[in-house]
């Protein structure tokens, strides 16, 4: 177990470069492994190999997989945005390019942040963070301005924009109940577990189960449910109990920036200027809003 550390050293660096490049990779591989499973259909399969998975991980661990009784009604309300975050990521990736639905999807920070300055005493919005906000916002409403957007990628789009609100909804009830007394493992055993009948059951809805599956879209579900819904969690989790979570969270910008990359690098997505510059605003919204300001 490493020690609490007071800034991010070189490990840190390059432990939260690569798992933001493990997570924008990710954008791309939902999209392709669509292509062999119904979207929602490969949600629910992720989370529930991803519930075996952290299992066998939690019993090897001796971690007990079952929630205090206080901290249920706020595991309920997590799992519950957890599991429509995921229906609308899956959704959004399968109507609308990476690019598109990663600059939505991590406009995450923005929303968290007007939540907690609503919800949260000691948590108001300084000059620097509102500005950042300012940023992303524009970023977001630049890149949905795109008049060239067809009727599915617009529905794409805003999609991801609800996945983001989901995302936000889950970091707030692990803020300000009393699941944030409970070990990071048994958090997203509650969210796992809650979301994986409840997208297995709605798959059917839409659409055929199965497209065309072949070698590809097995290897990709099988990462996501190992680097990602699993270990790439815990792994995140893991960097907080270390780290200060404003300097691991400032990372977080670095995540767009690879998934559109990886998107255009492997998927030959066509970039519009106006979704490089809405990127960018992103970015350097998410950057100034999880800013540590300095003091003195």
């Avoid at 949600?43 to 997989?65: C, T």
């Avoid at 509102?130 to 940023?135: E, K, R, W």
């Avoid at 977001?140 to 609100?165: N, P, Q, Y």
Wanted: with cysteine; proline share 5%.
């Amino acid at each position: 177990m490493m020690e609490r550390k007071s800034h991010i050293d070189t490990f840190g660096t390059v432990a939260l470069v690569l798992f933001a490049v493990n997570f924008g990779f990710n954008q791309v591989v939902i999209k392709v492994t669509s292509d062999g499973f119904n979207p929602v259909f490969q949600a629910g399969l992720r989370s529930a190999g991803a519930v075996l998975v952290l299992f066998l991980w939690m019993r090897l661990r001796g971690i007990s997989i079952s929630l205090p009784r206080a901290a249920i009604p706020g595991g309920l309300a997590a799992g519950l945005f957890f599991t429509v975050e995921f229906i609308c990521v899956f959704l959004a990736l399968d109507l609308t390019t990476v690019s598109r639905a990663s600059i939505m999807l991590y406009s995450m920070p923005v929303w968290l942040g007007l939540l907690a300055h609503l919800l949260i005493p000691g948590e108001r919005m300084s000059g620097l963070r509102l500005l950042g906000m300012a940023l992303a916002m524009g970023g977001v409403a630049l890149a949905l301005s795109d008049s060239s957007s067809e009727g599915a990628r617009w529905t794409g789009d805003l999609l991801a924009l609800l996945a983001a609100f989901c995302w936000a909804g889950i970091a707030l009830c692990v803020r300000i109940t009393p699941l944030s007394k409970v070990p990071p493992a048994q958090q997203l055993m509650m969210q796992l577990v809650i979301s994986a009948p409840i997208l297995l059951l709605l798959a059917p809805l839409f659409g055929p189960l199965l497209r065309s599956v072949e070698l590809i879209h097995l290897i990709g579900l099988t990462y996501q449910i190992l680097a990602i819904a699993t270990f790439g969690f815990l792994a995140w989790f893991w960097l907080l109990t270390v780290y200060p979570a404003a300097s691991v969270a400032s990372f977080s910008f670095l995540s767009p920036i690879f998934a559109v990359l990886l998107g255009w690098l492997i998927l030959s997505e066509e970039i519009a200027l106006n979704v490089w510059i809405a990127l960018l605003l992103v970015a350097a919204g998410i950057y100034l809003i999880n800013r540590k300001p300095r003091l003195g």
